[in-house]
């Protein structure tokens, strides 16, 4: 399993951005795919998942109403839309799979594959 993160960038505040990643080699039918985030001297933090099934979704709470996960199944790639960028946005951005569950859940521990990250930059 392979999961490939882009579409980071260096932005300004009030920006916006859509991250990608395309995933390949996932073979079961049911998982989730989330999203998350690490700033500099800080420690993971969950953002968003959405399931394969029904593709339900879960937001961290900093971040309901700014980010939007979806997917496409059809090119196998989910995506998160981030609006109204913030600072302490600023992190790099995972994207990762658990393959044993269909239920959205933003626990670090239970994912199975993590892509390479790509950075955020929110910066005037």
């Known amino acids: 399993v392979q999961l490939q993160a882009s579409g980071g960038g260096l932005v300004q505040p009030g920006d916006s951005l859509r991250l990608s990643c395309a995933i390949s080699?996932?073979?079961?039918?049911?998982?989730?795919i989330a999203w998350f985030r690490q700033a500099p001297g800080k420690e993971r933090e969950g953002v968003s998942c959405?399931?394969?099934?029904?593709?339900?979704?879960k937001y961290a709470d900093s971040v309901k109403g700014r980010f939007t996960i979806s997917r496409d199944n059809a090119k196998n790639t989910v995506y998160l839309q981030i609006n109204s960028l913030k600072p302490e946005d600023t992190a790099v951005y995972y994207c990762a799979a658990d393959e044993h569950t269909d239920y959205p859940h933003l626990l670090f521990d239970e994912y199975d594959y993590w892509g390479q990250g790509t950075q955020v930059t929110v910066s005037s």
């Open positions: 959405i399931s394969s099934i029904d593709s339900k979704v």
């Open positions: 080699g996932l073979t079961l039918r049911f998982h989730v």
